[in-house]
């Protein structure tokens, strides 16, 4: 495939111990190394794409990790390092008392050619949002996004790099931006602050954002839509469904909210009473779910896809692809909506109630306590063991204000989130009553959507009174 790859790979090999670094320069297909993990008391190992390998029977010692880190650049907030004037990060792994016992090598590279899928949708000026699941490629996207618009397009484009993820370490960018302008971010938690800096201080005509992660990124990424500035970003999620069902990020495709309509309204669009509807005009135009380096799905009009999904109606989306020689094949696809048989709330077909009860899995939540509410409703639980393998995951407002990684990856693939004020069992009790109904399996169903609306908005402080009616 015509592509080049600066993988700059002796830049990070260097910063490793010797007895490390020569058996991986042994390595036929060193080239295509990912990772080198270097945990205290454990044997070295590294990451290729399709195998795993330890490199030394020695152990690696507080002499190995103590010799990487005085070779790379300067851990921030966010425990990532850098090499400077290259691609890679370095992650650390603390004990208690903040001392490195860990690291995660990752090389970084520069793919060239795949923004080809996507050129047209970022030069025609509209604000772009990318999808996908970690590592498929969205931060190598976003930044030969950057490079094209400031080079061949010749716009003022200015990349907000939180970690310097996309420009790498060190205070000179590097070159796969092309001329685009880099503004580092101090921590995260800052990063909303630094987008409208951009806009207000340096006058861009494109902001590029990658990771939006919280409501205050999302608000932020909608003062810059209005003022005309195109966006392009990412955002964690696989699809454009896992976005829309995000409560903290369905903003970006404006956003849902229940609406009642009338008996002869409900009645002429063969729909319940209680639908959902987008709430606002979205603040990215277009939506690119990206399935592997050189495979994309393109919605070009957010506005309509989102309302064919919330419709529970097929959805209308472009499959795009590179082959070998570079060229760009498109095909027209028509996807069916995930909403119209619940696989985002119930991840397989619904449950007859008493026999197959919901899995929840519980983050800050008093297990103990929820049994016993449960039992006392005589509601049968399940609880799994790993979040991916749960219909639901519950935790609490204050675990769910930090949004700790574990909150970010539920929500990336699509996981409903169901958030309590507290431990209070009478929340638990309110929490149960609306996921689990008491008749049919049509009732079943409402109850469901009710849910699916609940989660735009998702503590029960302002519906207290609301749920007491019920």
Same mark, same amino acid.
Not at 50 to 76: M, N, P
Not at 216 to 227: C, F, K, P, S, V
Not at 298 to 305: C, F, M, S
């Given at each position: 495939?015509?592509?080049?790859?600066?993988?700059?790979?002796?830049?990070?090999?260097?910063?490793?111990?010797?007895?490390?670094?020569?058996?991986?320069?042994?390595?036929?297909?060193?080239?295509?190394?990912?990772?080198?993990?270097?945990?205290?008391?454990?044997?070295?190992? %590294?990451?290729?794409?399709?195998?795993?390998?330890?490199?030394?029977?020695? !152990?690696?010692?507080?002499?190995?990790?103590?010799?990487?880190?005085?070779?790379?650049?300067?851990?921030?907030?966010?425990?990532?390092?850098?090499?400077?004037?290259?691609?890679?990060?370095?992650?650390?792994?603390?004990?208690?008392?903040?001392?490195?016992?860990?690291?995660?090598?990752?090389?970084?590279?520069?793919?060239?050619?795949?923004?080809?899928?996507?050129?047209? =949708?970022?030069?025609?000026?509209?604000?772009?949002?990318?999808?996908?699941?970690?590592?498929?490629?969205?931060?190598?996207?976003?930044?030969?996004?950057?490079?094209?618009? $400031?080079?061949?397009?010749?716009?003022?484009?200015?990349?907000?790099?939180?970690?310097? !993820?996309?420009?790498?370490?060190?205070?000179?960018?590097?070159?796969?931006?092309?001329?685009?302008?880099?503004?580092? %971010?101090?921590?995260?938690?800052?990063?909303?602050?630094?987008?409208?800096?951009?806009? !207000?201080?340096?006058?861009?005509?494109?902001?590029?954002?990658?990771?939006?992660?919280?409501?205050?990124?999302?608000?932020?990424?909608?003062?810059? $839509?209005?003022?005309?500035?195109?966006?392009?970003?990412?955002?964690?999620?696989?699809?454009?469904?896992?976005?829309?069902?995000?409560?903290?990020?369905?903003?970006?495709?404006?956003?849902?909210?229940?609406?009642?309509?009338?008996?002869?309204?409900?009645?002429?669009?063969?729909?319940?009473?209680?639908?959902?509807?987008?709430?606002?005009?979205?603040?990215?135009?277009?939506?690119?779910?990206?399935?592997?380096?050189?495979?994309?799905?393109?919605?070009?009009?957010?506005?309509?896809? %989102?309302?064919?999904?919330?419709?529970?109606?097929?959805?209308?989306?472009?499959?795009?692809?590179?082959?070998?020689?570079?060229?760009?094949?498109?095909?027209?696809?028509?996807?069916?909506?995930?909403?119209?048989?619940?696989?985002?709330?119930?991840?397989?077909?619904?449950?007859?109630?008493?026999?197959?009860?919901?899995?929840?899995?519980?983050?800050?939540?008093?297990?103990?306590?929820?049994?016993?509410? $449960?039992?006392?409703?005589?509601?049968?639980?399940?609880?799994?063991?790993?979040?991916?393998?749960?219909?639901?995951?519950?935790?609490?407002?204050?675990?769910?204000?930090?949004?700790?990684?574990?909150?970010?990856?539920?929500?990336?693939?699509?996981?409903?989130?169901?958030?309590?004020?507290?431990?209070?069992?009478?929340?638990?009790?309110?929490?149960?009553?609306? %996921?689990?109904?008491?008749?049919?399996?049509?009732?079943?169903?409402?109850?469901?959507?009710?849910?699916?609306?609940?989660?735009?908005? =998702?503590?029960?402080?302002?519906?207290?009174?609301?749920? !007491?009616?019920?």
């Amino acid at each position: 495939m015509p592509k080049i790859i600066a993988a700059e790979l002796d830049a990070l090999l260097d910063v490793l111990p010797s007895h490390i670094r020569e058996p991986v320069y042994q390595q036929s297909d060193r080239s295509e190394l990912l990772e080198v993990i270097l945990d205290l008391g454990r044997p070295p190992e %590294v990451r290729f794409p399709l195998r795993e390998l330890i490199l030394d029977s020695k !152990e690696v010692d507080r002499a190995d990790i103590d010799y990487v880190v005085s070779r790379v650049g300067e851990f921030t907030g966010d425990n990532r390092a850098g090499i400077e004037r290259t691609l890679h990060r370095i992650s650390a792994v603390r004990n208690r008392n903040g001392r490195i016992i860990g690291l995660t090598c990752r090389v970084g590279r520069a793919v060239f050619g795949t923004v080809k899928m996507i050129q047209d =949708l970022v030069e025609s000026g509209k604000s772009v949002l990318l999808l996908g699941r970690p590592g498929v490629g969205k931060t190598t996207m976003l930044r030969e996004v950057a490079r094209v618009l $400031a080079d061949d397009s010749k716009k003022r484009v200015i990349v907000i790099d939180t970690s310097n !993820e996309i420009a790498g370490d060190g205070d000179i960018p590097h070159p796969a931006i092309g001329h685009a302008r880099r503004m580092q %971010v101090a921590t995260p938690a800052m990063q909303h602050a630094v987008m409208i800096e951009a806009v !207000e201080n340096h006058m861009p005509e494109v902001i590029i954002i990658d990771e939006i992660g919280t409501e205050l990124e999302a608000q932020a990424a909608r003062t810059i $839509a209005e003022r005309g500035v195109q966006l392009i970003g990412t955002a964690h999620g696989n699809t454009l469904e896992n976005l829309i069902m995000n409560p903290t990020l369905s903003d970006l495709v404006g956003g849902i909210q229940t609406v009642t309509l009338g008996d002869e309204e409900a009645r002429r669009r063969h729909t319940q009473k209680s639908i959902l509807e987008r709430k606002a005009p979205p603040t990215f135009d277009v939506v690119v779910e990206i399935m592997g380096y050189y495979k994309v799905t393109v919605h070009p009009n957010v506005i309509d896809a %989102v309302d064919a999904v919330l419709h529970q109606q097929p959805v209308q989306a472009e499959l795009r692809s590179m082959d070998e020689q570079g060229e760009i094949k498109r095909e027209e696809i028509i996807a069916p909506s995930m909403l119209g048989n619940n696989q985002k709330l119930v991840l397989s077909e619904p449950k007859e109630l008493g026999k197959q009860p919901l899995r929840f899995y519980l983050f800050g939540i008093n297990r103990s306590r929820l049994e016993q509410v $449960a039992r006392q409703g005589q509601q049968k639980l399940e609880f799994a063991a790993d979040f991916r393998q749960a219909d639901l995951f519950l935790t609490t407002r204050s675990y769910y204000r930090r949004k700790p990684q574990r909150i970010r990856d539920a929500e990336a693939l699509g996981i409903p989130i169901y958030v309590l004020k507290s431990n209070d069992a009478a929340q638990m009790r309110r929490c149960l009553d609306t %996921v689990y109904p008491v008749s049919s399996h049509s009732s079943y169903v409402h109850h469901l959507q009710h849910l699916l609306a609940e989660q735009h908005n =998702l503590d029960f402080d302002n519906r207290t009174q609301r749920n !007491e009616g019920r």
